[in-house]
């Protein structure tokens, strides 16, 4: 084979993988014209599944009195979109199965113009028809999907049906066992998306690998004929870039930028406008660079201090999962008052806004794919799902500045198959992103008589960044056990204290050794926190959690209640003791330059 032949394979090979690479959802929807098709949809539960059989999607009626339906989605009870089942009515609390949503909306066809039916997201897989034709389907409960709808759409009145199934599966991510609510339903916004024939479908500008004054970008067209031309547009420091797309649709940008750099004490973000010939997107971006050497963490080449908490994507007050505007910036508030500049979203992707949010917070972000405790490694199907959560959240969340780690995992038991399996996983992120850091939560290491646990967790080998899950005082080991316990690692990487807390009942007082009293969670967050000051490697911490969140796994009646108690915040939004500890803690390294 000559060379010109080889070479030319292999052309076609990078463009084809450029145009089969899995489509993502549309990037930026809250940018580009659309129709909300949030509020109340009807409802039928489907425990048994006959949905499918009995043609549910096609909402068809009754033509005559003799003719047989047993369904009536009019006539069934509703259900709030976006939001969970769970929470919206007490009967579906703890239901897991498939419910049907079923709404009509009317629409008149755009010329020139296509139309995509965009999801948040859908705990866990939906199936979704428009007038009765199937527009496809969605597995994973945390990132966003969407159909091409514009030739299943009719002028007036359009009837959408989608079946969302929560049912949990051996071979799914997350797997069988959470320490969450499997809250279902179409748990984010819905909306019919409206693009021009040829349209910019995503795009990257951001700072370049280490390189403060250098942006590094590329914008995604669909439906160029020929090299159309692309611009970025950063009008406040009077920055116009074009560039021409190539066989794929691709355009790539690298040019000088003189920005002031995000970060959280300035979260400086840029109105950036994105056009090509018949499109024009809008979106606000900071500029930083977020590296590592040694262990230490370095924001726009400086070393920084990760103040942080973790948390669940949990609304609070009411309970269920978090979609609006203000529960998001309920809990991000929080966190700012308890002095956090980061916070581990654990332990899947939140929505959007709450990112967005983050951004305009100045909050630093640790995002998780639900790759949690035991899954099937082996399993090539739940590899795929993986990576395509994966995939998916990088799509999404790309140009947020606040997004600066990405965590391939939580509490995965060592093996080969699992450290094979999150080794992909992390090649494939950082090809996706070359950008951010790469991370894990482990929480196996070695421990010698003489207290010295040392992590050597065959997968830091992969990571940017060592996250570290101890509940010592709680869990294992006594609460004074912290006071002579040692940490070492194999890997000369910052270390991030992903999770250490203790559960305690809002207002339940007592000696600081009696379980769930606020005095015993006050004294583990003391002596916790003492301990990691003694630990060189520590570039930050999230101690587990923000607030008290809904867990199947929690049945302790008076206390728990099916709630994680191990918040520092109650589910209605009460401090504990251990809050003030923790806010001390961030006050005095914050007066420090941390
Ligand atoms: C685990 C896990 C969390 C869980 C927490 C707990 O480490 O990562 O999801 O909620 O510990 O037990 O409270």
Known sequence: MTRAVLVAVLLTAICLRAQTAPRTALANVSGRTSISLDGTWNTIIDPYEIGLGSHFYENSKPKTKSDLFEFDFEHSPKLHVPGDWNTQRESLLFYE?????????????????????????????????????????????????DFDATDQLIDGDNNVVVEVDNTRHPDGVPGLKTDWWNYGGLTREVRLVEVPQTYIHDYEVQLAKGKVDVVDGWVQLVGARGAAEVSIEIPEVGLKQSAQVDASGRALFRFPAHVQLWSPDNPKLYQVVISSAGDKITDEIGFRTIDTHGSQILLNGKPIFLRGISMHEEAPFRSGRAFSEQDDRTLLSWAKELGCNFIRMAHYPYNEEMLRLADQMGLLVWEEIPVYWDIQWQNPATLENAKSQLRDVISRDHNRAAVALWSMSNETPISPERTEFLKSLAAYARQLDSTRLITSALNHWEQNDSDVRTISDPVGEFLDVLGVNEYMGWYEAKIEDTDHAQWKFSYDKPVIVSEFGAGAQYNLHGDDQTRFTEEYQANVFRHQLAMWQRVPEMAGMSPWVLMDFRSPRRPLPGIQDYFNRKGLISDQGQRKQAFYVLQRFYKDKAALGH
């Open 97 to 145: 199965g498939p419910i049907w949503y079923q709404r009509s909306f009317s629409y008149y066809k755009q010329p020139e113009t296509r139309a995509f039916l965009y999801f948040g997201a859908a705990n866990y897989f939906a199936r979704a028809w428009l007038n009765g034709k199937k527009l496809g389907e969605h597995l994973g409960g945390f990132t966003p999907f």
